[in-house]
């Protein structure tokens, strides 16, 4: 079946744009975590969405970034007033149960000029 | 202190060696295991995916978990051009919700 589609695949905006990123996760599957990797660092974990509770979102790096999730399936990942720093990939991942694997999408990648 | 290190690399061997990667983590609340490749402008797929200490084989490649040391590794035997990408290890704490990723090694094989 589809895996976990992003897009834009690729995003170019000016310091001071919002930004909207979108993440199609595998049908079924109840979680959806979204991520933040910049150049030679690791994946840094931003928000998770566990089916109708309440988002965790202690990495959420300020009050800019934002994310939803509607209806259970799509997530909108919101960046307002973009920053230089913000230039990255962001990384969506769905699963389906506790403990199991996380499927990740291709990934947006943002460049803030 | 990061909870979990991984050397970044790059590390570049010939085709045909044995590859070693590593991380060390400092929580021992840490009890679900895994290694990711990624290769470039690709997300993350994995690996292997371990729980208890010991070695888990998956045709060349072995993971391997010491809780005690709070190390693990991951073996590539017969090293292929085709692995060159980045090596992730990642994870989880006891109540299975975040993974908590490594920086990433990036391995190049040469042919």
């Known amino acids: 079946g589809a895996g976990v589609s992003q897009s834009p695949s690729n995003k170019v905006t000016e310091k001071g744009k919002d930004v909207e990123l979108r993440c199609d996760p595998i049908?079924?599957?109840?979680?959806l975590y979204w991520y933040r990797q910049s150049l030679g660092q690791g994946l840094e974990f931003l928000i998770y969405?566990?089916?109708?509770?309440?988002?965790?979102k202690s990495g959420l790096p300020s009050d800019r970034f934002s994310a939803e999730r509607t209806g259970g399936s799509v997530s909108t990942l919101t960046i307002q007033r973009t920053q230089q720093e913000d230039s990255a990939v962001y990384l969506c991942?769905?699963?389906?149960?506790?403990?199991?694997?996380?499927?990740f999408g291709p990934g947006t990648r943002l460049l803030v000029l | 202190q990061k909870e979990v290190e991984q050397d970044p690399g790059p590390l570049s061997v010939p085709e045909g060696a044995i590859v070693s990667l590593n991380c060390t983590y400092s929580?021992?609340?840490?009890?679900?295991f895994m290694w990711y490749r990624q290769y470039s402008r690709k997300g993350p797929e994995l690996l292997m995916y371990?729980?208890?200490?010991g070695n888990k084989e998956d045709g060349r490649f072995t993971a391997q978990v010491d809780k005690s040391s709070k190390y693990i590794s991951l073996f590539i035997r017969d090293s292929q051009p085709s692995d060159s990408a980045t090596y992730l290890c990642?994870?989880?704490?006891?109540?299975?919700?975040?993974?908590?990723f490594g920086a990433g090694t990036i391995l190049r094989v040469k042919s």
């Open positions: 991942a769905s699963r389906r149960r506790l403990l199991e694997t996380q499927y």
């Open positions: 049908s079924g599957h109840t979680a």
């Open positions: 969405f566990q089916g109708n509770s309440a988002p965790d």
């Open positions: 929580n021992s609340a840490f009890q679900y």
């Open positions: 371990t729980y208890s200490s």
């Open positions: 990642a994870m989880i704490k006891g109540d299975g919700n975040k993974l908590v």
